[in-house]
DNA sequence: TTGACATATCAACAAATGTTGATATAATAG
DNA sequence: CTATTATATCAACATTTGTTGATATGTCAA
């Protein structure tokens, strides 16, 4: 199992946060195949250069994606550790011991 | 695995969406411990009632919890299967074949 | 009934986020 | 150099999301 305590609440929003967007979940679908320049992501995902660049940094912000540069070009790939990160905040979601009682 | 196909991707977005506030994860966190009553949530979370039934309206139209009432208390807890559902949203960082061909 | 409680919903507002078009920067080709 | 290409950043604006306080609804107790 990945989870170790549970990472901290603001930082798991941000994660979550940056993944509830559907064009940054389009530009992800293209980078499963593998590293990408952004000039290939703008016809995948079909959004203004500017809007690209946008979510690329929003993605780029919360450790999802890396770039790297080579000459004139930009790649951007899904970073190392992000499905780690991100099957550790599924744990928001795991039945914990605690207890049942009534309320109020 | 529980994934099967990509589920679409505006419902992905919507679902992490959910997940991307600090105070829906505080509900979360307390509801990992089984299911709790409004009146409860609103200690542990420390949100004004209006504010709370904003974000657990957010969290039960997201689909990860449900609600069920009984007399004049409402109770709240984690959907059965919003654990898989989230589960299969983690396909959207897993690698897959696609060519990696240099780009432009 | 009437009143008190638990909760949802609404309207007004505030804050955060996304979009667009323009401009800046950096690398290369000519 | 200068022009061109790839990309980032910025400012203005639009849209979405969250907050607050007030009010509505349903349930129980007296």
Same mark, same amino acid.
């Given at each position: 199992? %990945? /989870? /170790? #305590? #549970?990472?901290?609440?603001r930082r798991t929003a941000?994660?979550?946060h940056a993944l509830s967007d559907e064009t940054r979940l389009k530009i992800l679908a293209r980078l499963r195949g593998g590293e990408r320049c952004v000039c290939e992501?703008?016809?995948a995902v079909?959004?203004?250069?500017?809007?690209?660049?946008?979510?690329?940094?929003a993605l780029k912000d919360a450790g999802i994606v890396v770039d790297r540069r080579e000459g004139r070009w930009n790649y951007?790939?899904?970073a190392p550790d992000a499905r780690d990160d991100l099957?550790? #905040?599924?744990?928001?979601?795991?039945?914990?011991a605690?207890? %049942?009682?009534s309320c109020c």
């Open positions: 199992m %990945a /989870t /170790t #305590a #549970a990472p901290d609440l941000r994660l979550f992501l703008m016809d079909d959004a203004a250069q500017s809007r690209l660049s946008f979510h690329l940094k951007y790939a899904i099957s550790d #905040a599924l744990a928001v979601l795991k039945p914990r605690g207890r %049942a009682g």
